[in-house]
């Protein structure tokens, strides 16, 4: 009788052994699933993401764990995640988060997914500013998106203030929320603006930096099915062969600039010359250097306003220090 009970209990967990879903197994399938239905470089690591994000734990605990079983649960959760990822939508959407420098933010289909080669133009952007003297520097991020770039800035800049423009509202909203989330919605505003058009009257900033759209409507074409079917095409395409944003920024920052003051703008790697011409005609800059991005292609160009006399600059009153930047732009803000 004993030796049956025993016995019966074996087989049952025999059948259960066989049938179990261990954080390994589950991996390695979703990992081998992920490549051939997203076609993703990533595979292993999406799996990872989505499995952590499945089980409630940070990717790392996944590895201290491999023989863990899923219950069913978490493997219907973690097929829901798979079955979206399956369809070409980006981990990070799925997600709704992206690590970006030292910060979290919340992201949706109404942000671009910040890229690992923006955080170059956040380094650039931060030395600009160390070179700066000023206690409170002022910096306008333009085309802000999730709110990535002035963020960060914020995070890592001890008194910087921010004014962050859009020119849709809907990215702007994440970018409210995710500022509030870090805290930093003290020094970093957000507000509605065609690029310059819109900014407050008379503010001069000391630094202005942008990730503009840059893809040409025929490459945006052959991009990759998560990026072309899932981010939001006002924050990728730019007309005139990519340039359309560099050609209004460029030239334009000059009178929103303090003399000093540094503009710097991520580029793709085939505009480098073109972006590095328009920052040479304007005659108004002066130490126009290119950085490399950690891949080692040209990212980001910046340049510093000459002062007044030295073939350009700007001499537009200063409207208002940060806070005055502060409460013209709150009526705006979402
Ligand atoms: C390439 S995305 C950059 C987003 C974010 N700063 C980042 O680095 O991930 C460009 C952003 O510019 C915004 N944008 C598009 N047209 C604009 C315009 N005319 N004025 C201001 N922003 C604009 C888009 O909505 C989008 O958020």
Not at 160 to 184: C, K, M, Q, S, T
């Amino acid at each position: 009788m004993a030796a049956g009970v025993s016995g019966a209990g074996r087989d049952e967990v025999g059948e259960a052994a066989s049938d179990a879903v261990t954080v390994a197994s589950a991996l390695a399938a979703a990992a081998a699933r992920i490549a051939r239905e997203a076609r993703s470089e990533t595979a292993r690591l999406d799996a990872e993401l989505l499995l952590g994000d499945a089980l409630g734990v940070r990717r790392e605990d996944l590895f201290a764990a491999p023989e863990r079983v899923l219950d069913l649960e978490e493997r219907l959760r973690f097929e829901r995640l798979l079955k979206r990822r399956g369809a070409f939508e980006p981990v990070a959407y799925i997600l709704g988060r992206r690590a970006f420098r030292t910060i979290e933010l919340e992201v949706n289909d109404n942000t671009l997914i910040p890229r690992p080669e923006t955080e170059t133009l956040v380094e650039v952007a931060l030395e600009r500013l160390a070179a700066v003297d000023r206690e409170e520097p002022l910096a306008l991020d333009i085309g802000t998106g999730s709110g990535n770039i002035a963020l960060a800035l914020a995070a890592e800049h001890p008194t910087v203030h921010v004014l962050a423009v859009d020119f849709h509202p809907a990215p702007l909203e994440v970018a409210a929320r995710n500022a509030r989330r870090l805290g930093l919605e003290g020094r970093v505003m957000f507000m509605l603006s065609d690029v310059y058009d819109d900014l407050p009257p008379g503010v001069v900033f000391d630094l202005i930096v942008s990730n503009p759209p840059y893809v040409t409507p025929e490459s945006l074409r052959r991009l990759r099915p998560e990026i072309r079917g899932w981010e939001p095409h006002v924050a990728l395409r730019a007309e005139r062969g990519g340039m359309e944003f560099y050609e209004r920024i460029v030239p334009g920052a000059p009178p929103h600039l303090r003399p000093g003051g540094a503009l710097a703008v991520e580029i793709p790697e085939m505009r480098l010359l073109d972006v590095l011409s328009l920052f040479v005609e304007v005659e108004a800059f002066e130490d126009i250097d290119a950085r490399n991005d950690l891949g080692g292609r040209p990212r980001v160009v910046s340049g510093r306003l000459k002062a007044p006399g030295a073939g350009g600059g700007a001499d537009a009153a200063d409207g208002g220090l940060a806070g005055g930047a502060e409460n013209r732009a709150s009526s705006g803000s979402s």
